[in-house]
């Protein structure tokens, strides 16, 4: 198998770096966010965190990955995530770029200074600079207390602060900030380098002051790289420079500006990789939909701004850039100034150039906590851990991950004179090979942390310290497979020759759903990655026996090989004894006719003590290939019945369904009886073997008939079923269909009342009537129409007709219309020789009075309904042609008067 080599390079550790471990293994930030870092390198979200910060943040663990306490930069939480002792008000900010810096004591495993720097955030907020605190994690029963508080280091200072080991024989730290020459307010160009020793703060720092650098955007952080000859300092709009850092004294050198290829140019986190060889640069646009972009330079470049590489580039605010104790580097991507997102980002291989550094956008999940702008800063020299995995490209990586099985190969240069000491997970190893080891046919249980420490012959260098972490997957646990198959092709069924699902091996081996299968014709096939492409429809080349190969890849990517057993019995296809098997049609309201079939009771009923399968085709049935099952609708069809016995056929049947028709007929949905008149006769549709009549009214059903026909009396609904009747050798089938109706109530219309307005130019009246039917109006007997309502009706008597619609009869009523003629001409020629009132006789307003008076108001006469009316005279005599009033006082009360002309 192929072989990874990984190179232990070598540098110069500190005695932080020989001694400490997991000082980093836990972070907290954000809102309510935190991480954990495993020994194999995984990663674990915390949600027990109690900070809520924008920006600023910092942690620390013990040796052993235990958490001790973090911080905002104003209230200190121990490890159990309570305030500690005098742990408030500290003088911090949130919205500080980093806040605080959490720095052990020197010889001292209890002592810890917390470095803070303030900011301004609004008028009237009072930046208090740089300060310290002194956190004692032994007091107050181990639970941690503030001893010293807000000692003040400058009045004034950036946002930004970072620490580095000095070296490992003087086992000092240096803590480094940005700010004015004097600590005041003003423009920031001097780096001042306080060094932490074993006897406390030297509070003299060693002040690096650059004349030409005029800073005075606060913000950004500040960084150095794990050796500690490297420093960046990223202070957004004011720009980004990086210098050389000499961690024996303090002093910075060769300052340069690097120019950002990018429209989002304001710089903010920033992060080295292991080694030092790359710089990661996070910018921003600051704009109101903000993007934001991951840069790469090569800091080993002739011109390091030409180098840069363009990472990643997306719609996001300012974030945060840390390297972590597993050598990836972490990125928050938050939207906005005060919207965040659940994830953390991953830069997987940050010592290899450009693209392969292999960035993965929202790769942790933080378990619904909110990552903000900001994650803990650390002294740097906890990350001298130099790259332990050399890739073919020269690059290295951190982590190696091999299949169970592979091999693998620890090595470092061989040094005279040196000891080495090797160990795997904190458990010491003899290796007598010193310098590298080799492990053959790697186990699971060879998987873990693999340290080494070399000591080396002159006790004036320090010790180097190589570290790699080994991931070994399990490869897939298999078996020899066979598939024993009925030659059932449509050419064939005796050649011993037939088409396969080769998937059918391994399908009912419970082996887990992730594991991958590819088939080959031989082992030298699989050595060419020569894979079967058509597993399913595969022929077998070899007649009735052939071996082939497989092999099985998991989810790790990691294979197993195996051998697959072909075996081809010759078959006959026979028609199963039970078979046709009948329905009835289910679609009616489609030409084509179809049914359903059970085919589980066809199955249990006819293949009780097999495995049986159903399918359209030969070859569907050969490779188990749409399987049909369960309520099977289909037009009338042979299937084929696959029989198996443990994943082994056992033969091939036919079986047909026949789909026998069901009537096909229409009858109306409505209809009426007459309540009052009557009953319904219905009539069914004819030629059909059987008739069934239902009432179906209130949710029952009651049969009320049995032939093609049926008198109802009652409204209501009900329900007419027609049936074939088909014999087969079993039963009688009765196919059926059914069609509901209702039948409505209807009646002659009983008229409740007429409203008449009439003595007008536009006489109208309106039949108001009820009853169960639709009915309609009329006032001849001949023409009807829906509406009642009649109008410019001359007056007089007429008769109202209401027909009901669906013939139940007509009801009629006689009306009078009041009116009177506007002239008449009584020469005894028969016309109008009489002036009377219309619509009245000794029937109709019968006990009316009829007054006549001349122009001047004088009585002529007085005429009554039932008589011919006023024929022009008065005692005998003939009135002069004139207009003439009247007054009428009818017997209903109504009282009108009017005019008329007498004509001679």
Known sequence: ????????????????QVAAQRETSNWYFGYGAGIQFNDNGSVTALTDGKLNTLEGCTSISDASGNLLAYTDGITVYNKNHQIVQ????????????????????????????IFTVDTSVVEGDPDFGLNYSVLDISQNGGNG?????????????????AGVIKDCFEQSIWVITLASEAGAVGFFNTYHCYEVSAAGINTNAVKNTFPDLLISDPRGYLKLSSDGTKMVSANAYDGLFVYDFDPKTGILSNQLQLT???????????????????????????????????????????????????????????????????????????????????????????????????????????NGKTAMQGLPPFIQSFFNKIDLIKNSDGSTST???????ESFILEVDEYSGARYEWEKDGIPLINPNNYYLEVSSASLEDAGKYKLKITLADPKECPIIGESTIVINPVPIIENLQIIQCDIDEDSTTDGITSLNLEQAYLLKNY????????????TAITNNQAILNPIGYRNTTPFHQIIYYTATNEFGCSSEGTLEITVQATTINTNNESPFYTCQSNLDTAEIVGVFDLEQIRQNSYPAINATFYTSLVDASLEQNEISGDYTTPSINLYVRLEKDNECQGVESIALIVNAAPSFTFPEEHYVCT??????????????????KNTTNNSEVVIGESPTITISEPGNYKLTLGYDYSTLRETLICTNSVDFTVYPSNRAQIENIIIKDISDNNTIEILVSGDGDY?????????????????????????????????????????????????????????????????????????????????????????????????????????????????????????????????
């Open 512 to 523: 887990p759903e992730d594991y991958t299968f590819s088939f080959f014709e031989s082992t």
């Open 776 to 904: 309609e109006y009329s006032l001849d007997g001949i023409d009807y129409q829906s509406n009642s309502n009649f109008s410019n009706l001359e007056p007089g008597f007429a008769t109202v007709y209401v027909q009901d619609k669906k013939g139940c009869g007509i009801t009629e009523d006689e009306i009078s219309i009041i009116g009177y003629p506007k002239f008449f001409s009584p020469n005894g020629d028969g016309t109008n020789d009489y002036w009377q009132l219309l619509g009245v006789n000794e029937i109709y307003q019968a006990d009316s009075e009829i007054s006549i008076f001349d122009r001047f108001g004088t009585l002529i006469t007085r005429i009554m309904p039932e008589s011919k009316g006023w024929n022009g005279t008065t005692n005998g005599i003939n009135v002069p042609a004139s207009d003439y009033w009247f007054k009428v006082n009818l017997e209903d009360g109504r009282v009108f008067t009017g005019h008329f002309a007498l004509k001679r």
């Open 399 to 405: 982590t190696l991950t091999i299949c169970e099985k």
């Open 260 to 366: 950002i290829p990018s429209s989002n140019a304001i710089p903010y986190g920033v992060e080295f990789s292991t080694e030092g060889h790359y710089l990661y640069v996070h910018t921003f646009n600051d704009e109101e939909i903000s993007n934001a972009s991951l840069i790469q330079y090569d800091l080993f470049a002739s011109n390091i701004s030409t180098s840069a590489v363009v990472i990643d580039e997306r719609a996001a605010y300012r974030g945060a850039l840390q390297m972590a104790e597993n050598g990836k580097i972490y990125r928050t991507t938050p939207k906005n100034y005060f919207e965040g997102t659940a994830y953390l980002s991953v830069i997987n291989n940050p010592s290899v150039k450009g693209l392969a550094a292999n960035y993965v956008h929202n790769a942790v999940s933080l």
């Open 676 to 693: 009052d008149g009557e009953y319904l006769d219905l009539v069914a549709p004819s030629g059909y073997d059987s008739y069934e009549w």
């Open 1 to 16: 198998m192929k072989k990874q080599y990984l190179i232990l390079f070598l540098s110069i550790f500190s005695f932080l």
């Open 86 to 113: 005098n742990g408030n008000g500290l003088w911090g900010d949130p919205s500080s770029t980093q806040s605080a810096i959490i720095v052990p004591k020197p010889e001292d495993p209890n002592i810890y200074y």
């Open 145 to 161: 207390a503030i001893t010293e508080k807000n000692k003040k280091l400058l009045n004034d200072s950036s946002e930004k602060i």
